[in-house]
């Protein structure tokens, strides 16, 4: 799960909201169908907790803290040296962030093509990543 999804998934007037809360009440039936990373999270708390108010951001990132289906991977060293390395590898293209970057390095890892993202960063490189809502 991308910083877009969740900001799509908690914001109703989000055009395709309804789209990424569908997928999102489906994986979430099964555990360890919603992956994210401290690196999201951290772009996700920072930029809500800046538009919207206190008593709606602070609930909504609360509650994914605590879900039993949600699972919060960590970029640690290694992850954060594997991401930069693959960084440099990516001088055409330098719009991706770094934190979707960091993203790429767990879900090749652990097996995982599907993200749900509102930009098409994890489809430019080419390493058979699919976004979600299609």
Same mark, same amino acid.
């Given at each position: 799960m991308d910083t877009w999804g969740w900001v799509a998934l908690a914001d109703g007037r989000e055009?395709?909201?309804? =789209?990424?809360?569908?997928?999102?009440? %489906?994986? !979430?039936c099964a555990p360890g169908q919603i992956i994210t990373s401290n690196f999201v999270l951290d772009e @996700?708390? +920072? *930029?809500?907790? =800046?538009?919207?108010?206190? %008593?709606? =951001? !602070?609930?909504?990132? !609360?509650? /994914?803290? @605590?879900s039993p289906n949600i699972t919060v991977e960590f970029v640690d060293q290694e $992850?954060? *040296? +594997? =991401?930069f390395k693959f960084r440099l590898k990516?001088?055409?293209?330098? $719009? /991706? !962030?770094f934190t979707d970057i960091t993203s790429m390095v767990i879900m090749?890892?652990?097996g995982i093509v599907d993200v749900m993202t509102g930009d098409n960063h994890f489809q430019q490189v080419n390493l058979g990543f699919r976004t979600l809502p299609e």
């Open positions: 055009p395709r909201h309804q =789209a990424v809360a569908g997928i999102y009440a %489906n994986r !979430s @996700l708390f +920072t *930029q809500y907790f =800046a538009r919207r108010p206190f %008593n709606e =951001a !602070s609930p909504f990132c !609360s509650s /994914i803290l @605590l $992850r954060f *040296q +594997t =991401a990516l001088a055409d293209k330098p $719009r /991706i !962030s090749r890892e652990m």
